[in-house]
């Protein structure tokens, strides 16, 4: 049986197979629908950002503190650039067609516009996140592998214990612990800390995108590896594979075309579950490593209360999220050839 | 239910179906869940009884910053570092048990109505849910904290219960789907049950294996989502002892005086490996459950 098959995502929504529609068609009318949805939830998202940083507390109190009382001119001040006058309503809709035409407002921290201050930073927390899937994806799927070839022998369960152990550990405590061991207190061979000029990238220097990339990889590729040792020993087990070895094909031949392949669809959904999940371990990543990315300058403006800064670093990342969800998708359907028949006959 | 080879060595009672040992019982027979239960328990005795044992007061100052005084050495503060970890689990551990009771109950709720109610009904519950899913745990938590100037123990515990909430209700909905349509639910319907009731007394009871199962796991999520809250700055009470607090408060000291970092960190991690291994172990007898 398998060990972590509750933790495996639902498979690709169910679509009904369209009638009297054949191939492109029936493919497109499936793309709508999916791309509508996404749509649907990225607004539904908006508003729930929304609400949350403006309508849920009071953020020019928040702001200011202390000094709420005894500063009127600054309340009035902030007050007018959140146009604090208007209903909530219409500043929504003003904040959203803001977003629509790539205007993001104003930072309260330093009245530069928003996108100006996070375009760099998107950019380097995306070359951090893929460059840590990169890594990740190959490793997980070879543990796993590995860990099914051997399964319930030996070293299966040796790994699959530390697996295990691992998977429930925070990001920030494999941070910290990979610092002590590679950076401060037992060697010094990485710097612990990401430095780079405001004009230059972090990977100028390469050593110091060694722990943070470590610290994302080790953080999700436990979880990922077990769900991949699961499904592929589901295959495994499989009728179809038992047959193909029956007729003869060589082992080799059996785990790569047979089972590898039809392993890799829910690999697939879990690999965007932890895209979107590092996605959000960024944060934690980015302000332990000084990492200068969008996690790090997210906690900074949620700790300013920069109100505009916070509504548009938590729209890109939910929007990275159901875009890689929109990806997987299409993806498995068109890897899993039961899916796609149902969709195009 | 049993077409596996273990679990035979209690006789099995013949004909009656309340004979089956319940879902705790079977988990016990676990290695991995009793390892779990054994360290998490440990641990939740630790920062229960710590407090009183603790050397020093939570914030009392031990001797000069970062030096090597006391057990542990001290802290950025000075104060001491092991009397810091013997007070500071109480908030985690709170937050923590009360945030996830809170994401179980709602995310329940909502999962099991959906799946009930069928229909519209449970396409816009589910629809909403991919809304709140599409945020990361942590961001959730952020947003709401950006309008907030000072957040609060309850605060915290309500984030973490509606961060949970969705991801549970996923859950609860596909196993209560499988359970709605059985003979014994039709049944209750048919002999005029209030709804309320058929949910009560005939879908919960036999959904608990899966769902403990995942409240384990929330909890080790829960324990992780806090003590990450509190390395970015974010706890209830800036002056107290708090685990995730105390690796931001001495980070920076982390090559002259590791262990004011590196002690919290450990407990942290001890404590999700814990609640981790206690929740596998009840997920593999949820799954010999099912089929």
Not at chain 1, 83 to 96: G, K, P
Not at chain 2, 199 to 219: F, K, Q
Not at chain 2, 260 to 268: Q, R
Request: net charge neutral; with cysteine.
């Amino acid at each position: 049986m398998t060990d972590v098959a509750t933790l495996l995502p639902d498979p690709p929504e169910e679509v009904a197979p369209p009638r009297r529609q054949h191939g492109a068609a029936a493919w497109a009318v499936w793309l709508a629908r999916r791309l509508g949805l996404a749509v649907l939830t990225l607004w539904l998202v908006s508003v729930l950002v929304f609400l949350a940083t403006a309508a849920l507390g009071d953020p020019v109190r928040a702001i200011l503190g202390r000094d709420y009382n005894s500063n009127p001119g600054r309340v009035a001040q902030l007050e007018e650039l959140l146009n604090a006058d208007q209903s909530i309503v219409s500043r929504y809709f003003d904040w959203l067609g803001g977003l629509l035409t790539g205007d993001l407002g104003v930072s309260l921290a330093n009245q530069r516009p928003v996108s100006e201050l996070i375009s760099a930073n998107v950019v380097n927390t995306l070359v951090l996140v893929l460059l840590s899937a990169v890594l990740m994806i190959p490793l997980a799927f070879a543990i796993a592998m590995i860990s099914a070839h051997y399964r319930r022998k030996r070293p299966d369960t040796v790994i699959q214990t530390i697996l295990l152990a691992m998977a429930g550990l925070p990001e920030f405590v494999i941070g910290v612990l990979l610092i002590a061991l590679l950076a401060t207190t037992v060697f010094k061979v990485f710097p612990a800390v990401t430095i780079s000029s405001p004009t230059g990238h972090p990977w100028d220097n390469p050593d110091a995108m060694v722990l943070p990339t470590l610290t994302l990889v080790l953080a999700v590729a436990p979880y990922v590896s077990r769900i991949v040792r699961a499904s592929l020993l589901e295959v495994i087990d499989s009728d179809y594979v038992e047959l193909a070895r029956l007729k003869g094909i060589p082992e080799k031949v059996v785990m790569r075309k047979h089972a590898l392949l039809n392993a890799i669809v829910p690999g697939i959904q879990v690999i965007a579950l932890q895209l979107a999940w590092l996605a959000g371990g960024v944060v934690v990543v980015e302000t332990l490593f000084s990492y200068p990315g969008v996690g790090l300058q997210l906690v900074d403006s949620v700790r300013n209360h920069d109100v505009p800064m916070v509504q548009a670093l938590s729209m890109i990342i939910a929007g990275v999220y159901v875009v890689v969800n929109v990806v997987a998708d299409v993806l498995s359907i068109l890897l899993t050839p039961r899916a796609r028949t149902a969709i195009s006959s | 239910m049993s077409t596996d080879t273990g679990p035979g060595s209690a006789p099995p009672p013949p004909a009656i179906a309340p004979a089956e040992p319940s879902t705790l019982r079977k988990a016990m027979r676990q290695k991995r869940f009793t390892v779990g239960l054994a360290i998490t328990l440990l641990l939740v005795a630790f920062v229960i009884v710590a407090p009183y044992l603790a050397p020093f007061g939570e914030n009392e100052v031990a001797g000069p910053p970062f030096s090597k005084d006391g057990f542990l050495g001290t802290d950025y503060l000075g104060q001491d570092v092991l009397s810091r970890v013997m007070y500071g689990g109480k908030s985690i551990l709170v937050i923590a048990v009360f945030g996830t009771l809170l994401g179980m109950a709602l995310g329940i709720a909502i999962g099991v109505v959906a799946a009930y109610g069928g229909g519209w009904w449970d396409e816009i519950i589910m629809r909403a849910n991919d809304v709140v899913l599409s945020f990361p745990q942590i961001l959730l938590a952020l947003v709401v904290l950006t309008a907030i100037e000072q957040p609060t123990a309850w605060i915290l515990i309500l984030l973490v219960g509606v961060s949970h909430a969705p991801r549970v209700a996923r859950l609860a909905r596909g196993v209560a789907l499988g359970i709605v349509s059985r003979d014994f639910v039709i049944a209750a319907e048919a002999l005029g049950e209030k709804r309320t009731r058929v949910i009560l007394a005939e879908v919960l009871p036999n959904m608990n294996a899966p769902l403990l199962a995942e409240g384990g796991l929330r909890l080790t999520y829960s324990i992780g989502l806090i003590g990450a809250l509190g390395f970015l700055g974010f706890s209830a009470d800036p002056g107290a002892a708090n685990w995730g607090q105390m690796i931001q408060e001495n980070r920076l000291a982390l090559s002259t005086q590791p262990w004011a970092v590196l002690a919290p960190v450990l407990v942290i991690a001890i404590f999700c490996i814990g609640t981790n291994l206690m929740a596998d172990g009840i997920a593999q007898v949820a799954q010999r459950g099912d089929n």
